[in-house]
């Protein structure tokens, strides 16, 4: 896999991978950009999301038709000195349809455990999180 990216200018960088979409990626006024893209630290937090859901919408395939919505927020918790990676990153699910949270749950720990690329590749502990129709679910595969 591959990603060529090419300075815009400024802060700016334009990257396209394999599948030849673009990305925008831009640092915000305060690190001499001009906001007009995703910052690399977004886009991290994002793909972790991103990397974590596709791994759970396939493994709960069978069930995609009970569910009505996924929605997924990554929190980021940054080192203060330089370089300022993640340290932890929260996952927090929020799931509504009908659907066991057992079944949601297998599927974020096989995500986590088995499939996902993105959150292996990083140093940052990675902890989940599941409101299920509202409601907090207690991870019951947890250790």
Same mark, same amino acid.
């Given at each position: 896999?591959?990603?060529?990216?090419?300075?815009?200018?400024?802060?700016?960088?334009?990257?396209?991978?394999?599948?030849?979409?673009?990305?925008?990626?831009?640092?915000?006024?305060?690190?001499?950009?001009?906001?007009?893209?995703?910052?690399?630290?977004?886009?991290?937090?994002?793909? $972790?999301?991103?990397?974590?859901?596709? =791994?759970?919408?396939?493994? !709960?395939?069978?069930?995609?038709?009970?569910?009505? @919505? #996924?929605?997924?927020?990554?929190?980021?918790?940054?080192?203060?000195?330089?370089?300022?990676?993640?340290?932890a990153i929260a996952v927090t699910f929020t799931v509504?349809?009908?659907?066991?949270?057992?079944?949601?749950?297998?599927?974020?720990?096989?995500?986590?455990?088995?499939?996902?690329? $993105?959150?292996?590749?990083?140093?940052? =502990?990675?902890?989940?999180? !599941?409101?299920?129709?509202?409601?907090?679910?207690? @991870? #019951?595969?947890?250790?």
């Amino acid at each position: 896999m591959k990603i060529q990216t090419k300075w815009d200018g400024q802060r700016a960088f334009t990257a396209v991978g394999d599948s030849g979409y673009e990305l925008n990626m831009d640092a915000t006024e305060l690190y001499g950009g001009e906001g007009k893209g995703v910052t690399p630290t977004e886009m991290l937090l994002a793909s $972790v999301a991103g990397c974590i859901g596709i =791994d759970v919408t396939m493994i !709960l395939k069978p069930h995609l038709d009970a569910i009505t @919505n #996924i929605e997924i927020e990554t929190d980021g918790t940054r080192k203060e000195d330089l370089p300022k990676g993640f340290t932890a990153i929260a996952v927090t699910f929020t799931v509504d349809g009908d659907i066991d949270a057992k079944k949601v749950w297998r599927a974020i720990n096989l995500g986590k455990q088995k499939y996902c690329a $993105v959150s292996d590749s990083l140093k940052a =502990d990675i902890s989940f999180r !599941l409101v299920l129709n509202g409601e907090e679910a207690e @991870n #019951i595969y947890q250790n």
